[in-house]
């Protein structure tokens, strides 16, 4: 069951080709692929795309019938690939590929084309490739509408059975999920302007390269070409399947105008409710989110972790790096009793860590957490935000690693395992104006740790005053637990740091939190 989320109600920009006119082939009905081939490189990609950054921003769209266009959610859904028609099934390769319909708010084709040996024919959008259900058209569904996108199959959870690995569906938008796990967050080529009072720009890929996979491949090639009114660029992803699926990620930009606020490997995901925020309507689930936190591992050495929440307005955090090592949104909470949702299997969901390659050098790690009233739409954004951007014409090169699943490096010290928010002040005397921080620490030489004495906490609050600071074991296997009072003061946000230390050694990352009221 795919849960409809703010990706998809925003992901109709996703891709028109414009591959015509530069020597690829029309669609036809002959066959699944078309006769014409074209020449594939990864340079040719780039240059294509560095090409386009030089003429104006094209973007129209050929018109959807009506009856395709105003598909509901429920009739969308009911128009299913046939998985026996998959590309590759018959030569029974290690992955095989299958494709999504237009409709709904999937409103702008993309062409796809099967790379092999070095050559590219587009795969050839037919209406017998698709079971439509209970949909019943007036009309003919045309055989030239084209596809929306497409998902990746191959046996991650067992050797028989070729599971959805990775889909890439609406604007840049794409999502994957490690071995035993259910979709969750999603990623993106690019973010542009996002959260700006002018509105955010949705960059989308036009085009899609599948490397064929050789027999007993264990990775698998997706080139995209990415246009927007701002910026072009030639994505290339080599994807690795496993107990966390890898996907080495490297991109050529080139922007067509000065960008204002320029997302890298943006990161978007969906928090409602969890310790830090409460349910706004009846809910029998103690928590509904897709990610817990974000986590950030500093140039220092330093990790940051930053619970998320659902705010009552628009918060946007940025935590600045000279060079960063790497930053994710994180579902650390893995136990089905924190969210009783035997259909959804929040517990399930992946993380997604970026670990940057080249080209990012410094910048800031940029967090937006977005009111929602539903967890139908993603209200969670992180990206990297390079210190400087680019200058239009300017070429830029980066290259970076996504982990779906868990995260490949862990902090040595001791992690934040919970945090939960409350009144202040005592059992029995709370005190008005007080809000009460309760922040379990699990892991490393913390666990160790016999006495509370030993343990120092250190607060640190931009605005507003803390009082009532204890230390308490935890039960069970091992762990602390830090309790303090916060006063608010001023209507600015305010930011708060904390983490316990023996001695001069830090025991805990930095816990980190935004109070905005």
């Given at each position: 069951?795919?849960?409809?989320?703010?990706?998809?109600?925003l992901s109709?920009?996703?891709?028109l080709a414009f591959?015509a006119?530069?020597?690829?082939?029309?669609?036809?009905?002959a066959?699944?692929?078309?006769?014409?081939?074209q020449?594939?490189s990864?340079?040719?990609?780039?240059d294509?795309?560095?090409?386009?950054?030089?003429?104006?921003?094209?973007?129209?769209?050929?018109?959807?019938?009506?009856?395709?266009?105003?598909?509901?959610?429920d009739?969308?859904r009911?128009?299913?690939?046939r998985?026996?028609?998959?590309l590759w099934?018959?030569?029974?390769?290690?992955?095989?590929t299958?494709?999504?319909h237009?409709?709904?708010?999937?409103k702008?084709?993309v062409?796809?084309?099967?790379?092999?040996?070095?050559?590219?024919?587009e795969v050839l959008y037919?209406?017998?490739?698709?079971?439509?259900?209970?949909?019943?058209?007036?009309?003919?569904?045309?055989e030239?509408?084209g596809?929306?996108g497409?998902?990746?199959?191959?046996?991650?959870?067992?050797p028989?059975y070729?599971?959805?690995?990775?889909a890439f569906?609406?604007?840049s938008?794409?999502r994957?999920?490690?071995?035993g796990?259910?979709?969750?967050l999603?990623a993106?080529?690019?973010?542009?302007?996002?959260g700006?009072?002018?509105g955010?720009?949705?960059?989308?890929f036009r085009?899609?390269?599948i490397?064929?996979?050789?027999?007993g491949?264990t990775?698998?090639?997706?080139?995209?070409?990415?246009?927007?009114?701002?910026?072009?660029?030639?994505?290339?992803l080599?994807?690795?399947p496993?107990?966390?699926?890898m996907?080495?990620?490297t991109?050529?930009l080139?922007p067509r105008?000065?960008?204002?606020?320029?997302?890298?490997?943006?990161?978007?995901?969906?928090?409602?409710?969890?310790?830090?925020?409460?349910p706004r309507?009846?809910?029998?689930r103690?928590?509904?989110?897709?990610?817990d936190?974000?986590?950030?591992?500093g140039s220092?050495g330093?990790?940051?972790?930053?619970p998320?929440?659902?705010?009552k307005r628009?918060?946007?955090?940025?935590f600045?790096?000279?060079?960063?090592?790497?930053?994710?949104?994180?579902?650390?909470s893995?136990?089905?009793?924190?969210?009783?949702?035997l259909?959804?299997h929040?517990?399930?969901?992946?993380?997604?860590?970026?670990?940057?390659?080249?080209?990012?050098?410094?910048?800031a790690?940029?967090?937006?957490e977005?009111p929602?009233?539903?967890e139908i739409?993603?209200n969670?954004?992180?990206?990297?935000m390079?210190?400087k951007?680019?200058?239009?014409?300017?070429?830029v090169?980066?290259?970076?690693?996504?982990?779906?699943?868990?995260?490949p490096?862990r902090?040595a010290?001791?992690?934040?395992?919970a945090?939960?928010?409350?009144?202040?002040?005592f059992?029995?005397?709370p005190a008005?104006?007080?809000?009460?921080?309760?922040?379990d620490?699990?892991?490393?030489?913390?666990?160790k740790?016999?006495?509370?004495?030993q343990?120092?906490?250190?607060?640190?609050?931009s605005?507003?005053k803390?009082?009532?600071?204890?230390v308490m074991?935890?039960p069970?296997p091992?762990?602390?637990?830090?309790y303090f009072?916060?006063?608010?003061e001023g209507?600015?946000?305010?930011?708060l740091?904390a983490?316990?230390k023996?001695?001069?050694?830090?025991?805990?990352?930095?816990?980190?939190?935004q109070?905005s009221?």
């Amino acid at each position: 069951m795919v849960r409809r989320t703010r990706r998809q109600v925003l992901s109709g920009s996703a891709a028109l080709a414009f591959a015509a006119g530069l020597g690829f082939p029309t669609l036809a009905r002959a066959a699944r692929l078309g006769t014409k081939t074209q020449p594939f490189s990864r340079q040719w990609l780039v240059d294509l795309a560095a090409a386009a950054a030089k003429k104006p921003f094209d973007a129209t769209a050929p018109k959807l019938p009506g009856f395709i266009e105003k598909l509901d959610y429920d009739a969308y859904r009911d128009v299913r690939f046939r998985a026996n028609q998959a590309l590759w099934r018959e030569q029974n390769l290690p992955f095989t590929t299958q494709f999504f319909h237009l409709g709904s708010v999937y409103k702008r084709p993309v062409h796809i084309y099967e790379v092999a040996d070095g050559v590219a024919r587009e795969v050839l959008y037919e209406t017998s490739l698709f079971d439509y259900g209970k949909n019943r058209f007036d009309e003919p569904v045309p055989e030239t509408l084209g596809f929306a996108g497409f998902r990746l199959h191959h046996p991650l959870n067992r050797p028989d059975y070729h599971d959805e690995l990775v889909a890439f569906l609406g604007a840049s938008y794409f999502r994957s999920l490690g071995r035993g796990q259910i979709y969750g967050l999603s990623a993106r080529g690019l973010a542009i302007d996002t959260g700006l009072p002018t509105g955010e720009e949705f960059p989308f890929f036009r085009d899609f390269f599948i490397e064929r996979p050789r027999p007993g491949a264990t990775q698998i090639l997706v080139h995209a070409l990415l246009d927007s009114r701002s910026i072009t660029g030639a994505y290339s992803l080599a994807i690795t399947p496993g107990k966390s699926t890898m996907m080495d990620v490297t991109t050529t930009l080139f922007p067509r105008r000065k960008v204002e606020r320029l997302g890298l490997a943006p990161l978007t995901s969906m928090f409602l409710h969890g310790n830090t925020t409460q349910p706004r309507t009846e809910d029998f689930r103690p928590s509904v989110h897709d990610s817990d936190g974000l986590s950030v591992w500093g140039s220092s050495g330093e990790w940051l972790w930053r619970p998320l929440a659902n705010p009552k307005r628009l918060r946007l955090s940025v935590f600045a790096e000279p060079n960063v090592r790497g930053f994710g949104l994180l579902q650390r909470s893995r136990d089905f009793r924190d969210y009783q949702d035997l259909e959804a299997h929040y517990e399930r969901r992946p993380s997604l860590w970026v670990e940057p390659v080249q080209g990012f050098g410094g910048g800031a790690v940029w967090l937006m957490e977005i009111p929602t009233e539903s967890e139908i739409n993603d209200n969670i954004v992180a990206f990297f935000m390079p210190a400087k951007p680019p200058e239009p014409g300017q070429r830029v090169d980066l290259s970076y690693r996504l982990h779906w699943g868990e995260p490949p490096h862990r902090p040595a010290h001791a992690a934040v395992a919970a945090t939960r928010l409350g009144r202040g002040g005592f059992a029995g005397r709370p005190a008005d104006g007080l809000h009460k921080f309760v922040i379990d620490f699990r892991g490393g030489a913390l666990d160790k740790i016999a006495e509370a004495k030993q343990i120092e906490p250190v607060i640190t609050v931009s605005e507003g005053k803390t009082a009532n600071i204890s230390v308490m074991r935890l039960p069970g296997p091992g762990g602390w637990r830090l309790y303090f009072d916060f006063r608010p003061e001023g209507l600015r946000p305010q930011e708060l740091r904390a983490f316990l230390k023996h001695g001069a050694e830090a025991l805990t990352e930095i816990w980190s939190f935004q109070w905005s009221g």
